[in-house]
């Protein structure tokens, strides 16, 4: 079975702080994605990487930034955190099905408390 | 601009009951249409996968619909269990990692 797993199922920091929230998958996955889900939202993805040292912004990067120096693992930085960046974090990771699309395995998630 | 319309929002069903839920999309160009199961305080689970050419997919007592001509499918759930009680989530992808995400819709299943 694949897993993903994410280092802290909860967060809590203080505005300004710096952030790293910590992906690692087990399956030897190329894509790996970062994504927050707020109520009524749904889904956004924020950054996502399909190799090592490869990164592309997704739809809302501002504020975060990334890091994939090893294939299994995928950090999310907040430079410094603020209240609006409370949220649920989600990291997926992807193999390549026939065809080019690809399926997405999701750890459990970071509820990223910001005070 | 790409959208995934889901409904309903919510929907409170009877155990043992069956129960179909709906997504709509805007979504171009076209690649596949995925149905997730989030559990709460869960990340989401696939659930199916399906191409343009595939109308009907299902897994265990999931049954996922797609007309491709009107941009519309369908996840029907039979014989509802408690622990069918979860967001379901719709999502299109249009390829290259675009993936569009509806806004899920919550099921409680009660006794």
């Known amino acids: 079975d694949v897993k993903v797993t994410q280092s802290s199922r909860y967060l809590v920091k203080r505005t300004g702080e710096k952030v790293f929230l910590e992906c690692v998958q087990d399956?030897?996955?190329?894509?790996m994605f970062w994504y927050r889900q707020d109520p009524g939202l749904g889904l956004r993805l924020i950054y996502f990487s399909y190799d090592v040292k490869m990164k592309e912004k997704g739809d809302i990067p501002e504020g975060y930034s990334v890091s994939r120096e090893k294939k299994e693992r995928f950090s999310l930085i907040l430079e410094s955190a603020s209240t609006n960046q409370t949220s649920m974090y989600l990291c997926a990771s992807s193999r390549t099905l026939a065809g080019g699309s690809y399926e997405q395995y999701f750890g459990p998630g970071t509820r990223l408390t910001v005070t | 601009k790409n959208q995934v319309e889901q409904s309903p929002q919510s929907l409170i069903i009877l155990e043992g009951k069956n129960c179909t839920l709906q997504?709509?999309?805007?979504?171009?160009?076209?690649?596949?249409l995925r149905w997730y199961k989030q559990d709460t305080g869960r990340g989401p689970v696939s659930l199916t996968i399906m191409t343009f050419s595939e109308n009907t997919k299902s897994n265990g007592r999931y049954t996922a619909t797609l007309d491709a001509d009107t941009k519309q499918s369908s996840l029907h759930i039979t014989a509802s269990q408690l622990s069918d009680s979860a967001s379901y989530i719709c999502?299109?992808?249009?390829?290259?990692?675009?993936?569009?995400f509806g806004k899920g819709t919550k099921l409680s299943v009660i006794p």
């Open positions: 999502v299109v992808e249009a390829g290259s990692y675009q993936l569009t």
């Open positions: 399956m030897d996955h190329e894509n």
């Open positions: 997504c709509n999309y805007t979504v171009s160009p076209f690649s596949n």
